[in-house]
T-cell receptor
């Protein structure tokens, strides 16, 4: 079952602006990962944040995790047209099943 | 890094035929692999968990007789869509679990590039 909800569902911004996407989930997690998917393509792993971490950076990406609110955010700074894609969060649960459940995704469009 | 491959990348078949999709972890062993399905403009839905040497665990609503999963080795899981129908047309993605041990151990998933199935 789908446990992550992402908002916004779609986001359109100008090149150079920052893009923020949010992910909320329902159960306790071991870690949370963000992925990018270009249209019709496979998934590209962006960043993993563990449940005991609050913030992580990777290049122009900044991810935060608030386990008390069961939410995470992905910030892309100084966006580029090449960042146009769908972005998904995926949560790894603590049940020992090692399953990852994906959020609904945010479709980001960066206008040149 | 850890690489997962899928074969074929694209397949078109006639209604009623069976299609096998392979998922391989190329540079690591994976006791657990996962199969997802993605419809256009939607998210990935977990179909089943594939465990090496044992039966797969299917998510609610997924027909196990329709989607046969075999995880015969630590580097290969196969998904067979039996008697495929047009509504089975979708993007199928597998992933493999890698256990990162050590003091700060955690699981990480690596995804294959996906297989686009079109059933005519």
């Amino acid at each position: 079952s789908q446990q992550g909800e992402e908002d916004p569902q779609a986001l359109s911004i100008q090149e150079g602006e920052n893009a923020t996407m949010n992910c909320s989930y329902k159960t306790s997690i071991n870690n949370l990962q963000w992925y990018r998917q270009n249209s019709g393509r496979g998934l590209v792993h962006l960043i993993l944040i563990r449940s005991n971490e609050r913030e992580k950076h990777s290049g122009r990406l900044r991810v935060t995790l608030d386990t008390s609110k069961k939410s995470s955010s992905l910030l892309i700074t100084a966006s580029r047209a090449a960042d146009t894609a769908s972005y998904f969060c995926a949560t790894g649960d603590t049940s020992g099943t090692y399953k990852y459940i994906f959020g609904t995704g945010t479709r980001l469009k960066v206008l040149a | 890094g850890a690489v997962v491959s899928q074969h074929p990348s694209r397949v078109i078949c006639k209604s009623g035929t069976s299609v096998k999709i392979e998922c391989r972890s190329l540079d690591f062993q994976a006791t657990t692999m996962f199969w997802y399905r993605q419809f256009p403009k939607q998210s990935l839905m977990l179909m089943a968990t594939s465990n090496e040497g044992s039966k797969a665990t299917y998510e609610q609503g997924v027909e196990k007789d329709k989607f046969l999963i075999n995880h015969a080795s630590l580097t290969l899981s196969t998904l067979t869509v039996t008697s495929a129908h047009p509504e089975d047309s979708s993007f199928y993605i597998c992933s493999a679990r890698l256990w990162r041990g050590g003091l700060r151990a955690y699981n990480e998933q690596f995804f294959g590039p996906g297989t686009r199935l079109t059933v005519l």
